[in-house]
């Protein structure tokens, strides 16, 4: 268990320089000089020029350029934005906490619809009630966060009123208030995944001897399935959690600009269009730097959880 | 976006109801994926109008019989857009899959004929790319090379290749130590004869079947890009790039977001229905 946690734990800087190594490239691979890139692809000033090539060492060799900007990154020096005229780290840092909040929320929301939802159609296998969720589950899964967006959009904030359908509110509870509707949209389709998964697991579980153990033991239907068969069906919901986590951040993305949420997605979008290269550097890397870290705890958890994996991974070491 | 997740999902999450060869929906939804190529194909013979020009009197229109299902924000005929949006929206995916297969699908065989070194170097290329979110990846690559249509699919195509060289990977190692391999190698054959006559065949199942969900997931990758403005760009335009206009006057009426919103799930739910029919066949029949 300990090698296992100090190699995923090792591994991590490097997978994070090499990521790094890559954002920091593209600026090269960029049609256009480093210098033309930087500043977005606009008509600038000698004096822009000269300040740019200054800041990021341009006429260093490549790899001391490389060291340099990412030694001002760690430190937290981000550059500065061209379209915002301010630092990067101004920029970027208050957009953070939205899309951790949205996140979060979302992901509450996928564990709790898509765990029941699966688990009920388990027990109910073939009957009705699980043909029902199952048709739902199979359209929920093609509805992708842009679509859920602007249906939720129309629906429930326009036509019925219920919640409101852009921007943040003013903080606080208002802007929980104003992130129910983005967390459903984002959650949507990794619901459907989620109760598929479930679903399946629960099924294949009940059907396994330790099961059939417990209910000749006299126990009562309800507590073989609350306290045998549930824990164990929930393995490979948490298997797939790895990769919800990077479904969620792709997918705030599209939820952010959707619902016009000033989060670290909805600016990435904006940098893009407007050529904020430093921007979306940076929201590149945070993003990055977060999928790894929460795998990485996931990952741990996971092995916490199911003895299975402690010990394997206590004898491939 | 969850093509890793449902590459997972495709070999556990049966569905309850019949989706077998002959059955009903199968058919059903083989029949609509027909049609719409054929539509891709036909666009100019089958759209009543010019996708392009708009009349700004039209604007916002609702479903009539100047406008089969309305007209959008600058007039534009909502039908005829949506005919020819087949073409990138189902094209761009088409390109996806068959490049990433191509790169990726050959880097994985490869890597799983071969193994050793060059295996083990390929492995860490494709953690380190699955290290970015898949949609970051690809937002970060048109941020590098510019917007359009062409740089998207080229994006997405790029966080596809990681995908497809695990999954075909996985299949040449679990084929590789079976005898009908070593039985060709003791007649004599070269490499290229085992693998492209032997061993390809053999996977090519699974293969399909994850090729067919791919082209799902793909096409909804390529609709979030347009949708926030970094794929199809005018006058080309796709679903996507339908639902981004909608957005835009979505506080007026919804109509010009139903149309492309429901072609896409109709879409993806045919696809799937599709991929899981195939992978369901290959399984009976192993």
Excluded at chain 2, 131 to 150: E, K, M, N
């Amino acid at each position: 268990m300990l090698a296992l946690a100090a190699k995923r734990i090792l591994l991590m800087p490097v997978l994070l320089l090499v990521a790094s190594f890559v954002i920091f490239s593209m600026m090269y691979l960029a049609p256009g000089s480093p210098e033309a890139v930087l500043l977005g692809g606009k008509q600038a000033t000698p004096e822009a020029y000269e300040r740019v090539t200054e800041e990021y060492h341009l006429d260093d060799p490549f790899f001391t350029q490389y060291g340099l900007w990412l030694g001002r990154f760690v430190t937290g020096d981000f550059g500065d934005s061209i379209t915002l005229t301010d630092s990067v780290a101004n920029v970027v840092g208050p957009r953070i906490m939205p899309t951790m909040q949205l996140t979060l929320m979302a992901s509450v929301l996928i564990m709790l619809v898509g765990v029941v939802l699966g688990m009920v159609s388990a027990l109910k296998a073939g009957g009705a009630l699980d043909v029902g969720i199952s048709l739902f589950v199979l359209v929920l899964a093609a509805v992708s966060p842009a679509i859920m967006s602007l249906i939720l959009i129309s629906v429930v904030a326009i036509d019925l009123g219920w919640l409101p359908a852009l921007g943040l509110g003013d903080g606080g509870f208002d802007q929980i208030r104003h992130l129910i509707l983005p967390s459903i949209a984002l959650a949507a389709s990794v619901v459907a995944l989620v109760g598929r998964t479930a679903r399946i697991s629960m099924i294949r579980t009940l059907n396994q001897e330790f099961i059939e153990t417990a209910r000749s033991r006299g126990l009562s239907g309800r507590s073989v399935v609350v306290k045998h068969a549930f824990r164990h069906a929930l393995i490979p919901v948490v298997t797939i959690s790895g990769l919800i986590v990077g479904y969620l951040l792709s997918g705030a993305v599209v939820v952010e600009y959707a619902f016009g949420l000033n989060g670290l997605g909805g600016l990435l979008v904006d940098s893009v269009q407007s050529g904020d290269f430093a921007v979306v550097q940076a929201i590149a890397l945070i993003l990055v730097f977060a999928f790894l870290v929460i795998n990485l705890v996931v990952d741990l958890l996971y092995a916490l959880i199911d003895p299975r994996v402690r010990l394997a991974a206590g004898k491939a070491s | 976006m969850i093509a890793w997740a449902a590459d997972r999902m495709s070999r556990t999450g049966r569905v309850p109801f019949r989706v077998q060869r002959g059955g009903y929906l199968t058919w059903s939804a083989a029949a609509v994926l027909t049609l719409l190529v054929l539509v891709a194909v036909f666009a100019p013979l089958v759209a009543p109008q010019d996708p392009n020009n708009g009349v700004l009197s039209s604007s916002l229109a609702q479903p009539s019989g100047a406008h089969l299902l309305g007209a959008d924000g600058s007039g534009r005929d909502i039908f005829s857009r949506l005919v020819y949006g087949t073409r990138a929206s189902l094209g761009g995916p088409l390109v996806i899959v068959l490049v990433s297969t191509l790169i990726g699908g050959g880097l994985g065989l490869l890597g799983g004929f071969i193994g050793g070194f060059l295996d083990g170097a390929l492995g860490r290329l494709w953690d380190l790319m699955l290290a970015f979110p898949s949609l970051l990846l690809a937002i970060v690559i048109v941020a590098t090379f510019g917007r359009g249509l062409v740089p998207a699919v080229i994006a997405i195509s790029i966080t596809y290749i990681p995908l497809m060289a695990r999954v075909v990977r996985g299949l040449v190692v679990s084929e590789r130590h079976k005898q009908y391999l070593a039985a060709c190698r003791l007649q004599g054959f070269g490499t290229p004869r085992i693998v492209f006559n032997h061993l390809l065949p053999n996977i090519s199942g699974p293969l399909i079947a994850q090729l067919t969900l791919n082209f799902g997931y793909a096409l909804l990758d390529l609709a979030a890009l347009s949708f926030i403005g970094l794929g199809a760009s005018p006058p080309t335009s796709d679903w996507g790039t339908m639902l981004s206009d909608g957005k835009a006057t979505i506080l007026t009426t919804a109509n010009p977001v139903i149309w492309p919103s429901l072609a896409i799930i109709v879409t993806v739910v045919c696809v799937n229905l599709v991929g899981q029919a195939i992978s369901d066949r290959l399984q009976r029949s192993v």
